[in-house]
């Protein structure tokens, strides 16, 4: 149940930011709950080869590359979604950045035990 909510509320953030940000679009609502799954699997599966190959830029940059990564990340889902798009690394990389703020802020109102 609670990656069903993940899911959705991940969805909701994408919604939320394809309206704010002029350089990122999402067609529907499927096409978020799509751009969901697809982003939990590629950071499950693909990130963590990209972490593993980047290891001395990660580390020298001192951690910074990982925001680069994530960009990476949002644009496989780009090319691998018809409904979303992503005009370029640096619109990936605002929208990695909030996304992140979001599912922050969401994770915390939902987990309110």
């Known amino acids: 149940m609670k990656l069903?909510?993940?899911?959705?509320?991940?969805?909701?953030?994408?919604?939320?930011?394809?309206n704010v940000l002029p350089g990122v679009g999402v067609d529907n609502y499927l096409t978020a709950i799509i751009v969901a799954v697809v982003l939990g699997l590629l950071n499950l599966i693909v990130k963590p080869i990209l972490v593993i190959f980047?290891?001395?830029?990660?580390?020298?940059?001192?951690?910074?590359?990982?925001?680069?990564?994530?960009?990476i990340i949002i644009l496989i889902a780009d090319a691998l979604i018809s409904g979303f798009s992503v005009s370029n690394i640096w619109w990936a990389l605002l929208f990695s950045l909030l996304?992140?703020?979001?599912?922050?802020?969401?994770?915390?109102?939902v987990s309110t035990d």
């Open 4 to 18: 069903i909510i993940k899911i959705l509320l991940t969805a909701i953030a994408v919604i939320i930011l394809a």
């Open 99 to 109: 996304l992140s703020v979001l599912q922050s802020i969401f994770e915390s109102l």
């Open 54 to 71: 980047t290891l001395p830029v990660t580390i020298i940059t001192l951690g910074l590359f990982l925001l680069i990564i994530n960009a």
